[in-house]
């Protein structure tokens, strides 16, 4: 079972239009992140926020935009799509506090094809 | 040089046989160190925390080095079904929640 949810799964949508993804967790976590990650290749880092009404960007340069408002909701945006934007989008999130064992917890990813 | 490096592989075994993977990761602060696996076009999914005196769970043993700042994960009697890209995962530094992925070492048990 799923405790963080990302939707659509899949998204294939033109060239200049605006999309939001959306992820949505239930476990309460504070920490929650999104990556990128294209086929066979690593993840990589995009957008991380520690908190409601905190965002930072992450280690790969995006376009895309997010926003913290409560602390279950972590929606990615990107005003214009481009072909170059075609990826998988993972989201997660993690436990606050300095004992970690858990890691993160990864949502099913949403597969965005710009055509 | 890579925050975190593993050999990508593939890996390709036959069943039954017992596989081991190393990843080394730079910062020697490190704090959590954590083994994932990736089904192909899946999202990550935690397979072991790695603790300091190492643990094992089931067919898999994950163990951490920090002298030499390695982790290891050690699969015994292969199955088919462990065929996937194992992540090493590197949180950094006290009062951070970065977590730092490393790129994979794909792994093939062959029938």
């Known amino acids: 079972e799923a405790d963080i949810y990302q939707t659509p799964r899949y998204l294939v949508i033109g060239t200049g239009k605006k999309i939001t993804l959306e992820c949505s967790q239930t476990?309460?976590?504070?920490?929650m992140y999104w990556y990128q990650q294209d086929p066979g290749m690593e993840l990589h880092l995009i957008h991380y926020?520690?908190?409601?009404?905190?965002?930072e960007k992450g280690d790969l340069s995006s376009e895309s935009t997010v926003s913290r408002i409560r602390t279950e909701h972590f929606p990615l945006t990107l005003e214009s799509a481009r072909p170059s934007h075609t990826s998988q989008y993972l989201c997660?999130?993690?436990?606050?506090?300095?004992?970690?064992?858990?890691?993160?917890?990864f949502g099913s990813g949403t597969r965005l094809t710009v055509v | 040089r890579k925050e975190v490096e593993q050999d990508p592989g593939p890996f390709n075994v036959p069943e039954g046989a017992t596989v081991a993977f190393n990843c080394t990761y730079s910062?020697?602060?490190?704090?959590?160190f954590f083994w994932y696996r990736q089904d192909c076009r899946k999202e990550p999914k935690l397979l072991m925390s790695?603790?300091?005196s190492g643990n094992e769970d089931g067919r898999f043993t994950a163990q951490l080095n920090r002298a030499s700042q390695y982790i290891s994960l050690l699969i015994r009697d292969s199955k088919l079904s462990d065929s996937a890209t194992y992540l090493c995962?590197?949180?950094?530094?006290?009062?951070?929640?970065?977590?730092?992925f490393g790129t994979g070492t794909r792994l093939k048990v062959l029938a």
């Open positions: 997660a999130s993690s436990e606050s506090g300095g004992v970690d064992p858990y890691g993160y917890t």
């Open positions: 476990m309460g976590h504070d920490k």
């Open positions: 926020s520690y908190g409601v009404n905190s965002t």
């Open positions: 910062n020697s602060a490190s704090q959590s």
């Open positions: 790695v603790y300091s």
């Open positions: 995962v590197v949180r950094l530094t006290s009062g951070t929640y970065k977590y730092i």
